[in-house]
Every structure is written in structure tokens, then in C-alpha cells.
């Protein structure tokens, strides 16, 4: 898609959705959301249909960046966090890589049936997590141009 959007601005991004969603969020789930792509620096990223489509590659992707993190003195990996503060982070996640396509490409994103597909999935973890009101006024919000 070619927006360049950094790895710094996606994990502040995705903690201040977190805490539009979850304003006493734990610490943890926090500073994870905070380092959570910085192994990317390091190992580089590939576009989420090619993990989706090649789970052993996307695996050993998560273990390089993994060690990347570490070597960098973090050690908050999102898969040893509790189930509800993951969720939050994978939901969070997802939006804001959303909510930049969205925003940067619209064309590319509405032309496509896996962004459709992604953003429907947002949708039910939303509801599953109790906060579909607020996602729903946080996209209106950023695709109305507020």
C-alpha cells in the first residue's frame, strides 16, 4: 500500500485506542502496546495476508522479533499477557492498522474483501470485549474526519 506509517506512531496509536477503550488499562497492557512492533525495527514486517497465509513463516517472524525486543531490554511479549488485556491489544492492533488504511488509502481498503473481512472481525472482538459503542464512535470519528 506505501504509506510508511512508523512503528513508533502504530504503538502509541494503538495504546491511546486502548485507553479510549479501557481508560484504567493495566500497565502491562500498556507498555506492551507500546513495544509491541519495535522487534519490527530490527527484523523488518510483512503484510498480514502473507502471515495469515504462512503461519510457520509468521511464526518464526514472532520469535526474530521477539528476540529483537529482548536484546532491546523488553521482555513484555503480548502472548504471556492474560487473555483480556491480548485481546485488547490484538483488537487495538487491528484498528489502528485500520483506521490508518482507512484514512491514507480508503480506495485500497474499500476496493478489497479482506480489509472488509478485518474490520468485521474488529467489530465482533469489539463486542466481544463490551466496547462496540465506543469503537463505533471512534471510527465514525476518525473516518468523518474528526
Not at 56 to 80: C, K, R, S, T
Not at 95 to 116: K, N
Amino acid at each position: 500500500m506505501g504509506t510508511r506509517d512508523r512503528v513508533d506512531g502504530h504503538s502509541a496509536r494503538v495504546a491511546i485506542l486502548i485507553l479510549q477503550l479501557w481508560p484504567d488499562a493495566p500497565a502491562t497492557l500498556l507498555r506492551a502496546a507500546i513495544t509491541h512492533d519495535l522487534g519490527e525495527n530490527a527484523v523488518g514486517d510483512l503484510a498480514s495476508p502473507v502471515k495469515w497465509e504462512n503461519p510457520d513463516l509468521y511464526a518464526a517472524l514472532e520469535w526474530l522479533e521477539g528476540q529483537a525486543l529482548n536484546a532491546m531490554g523488553f521482555d513484555i511479549p503480548a502472548h504471556v499477557l492474560p487473555a483480556r488485556e491480548a485481546a485488547f491489544l490484538r483488537l487495538c492492533d487491528g484498528l489502528d492498522a485500520y483506521l490508518w488504511a482507512i484514512t491514507h488509502r480508503p480506495d485500497h481498503v474499500r476496493a478489497r474483501a479482506d480489509w472488509r473481512a478485518m474490520f468485521g472481525r474488529l467489530k465482533t472482538q469489539a463486542a466481544a470485549l463490551g466496547v462496540r459503542p465506543k469503537f463505533d464512535e471512534i471510527v465514525r470519528g476518525v473516518c468523518d474526519g474528526k
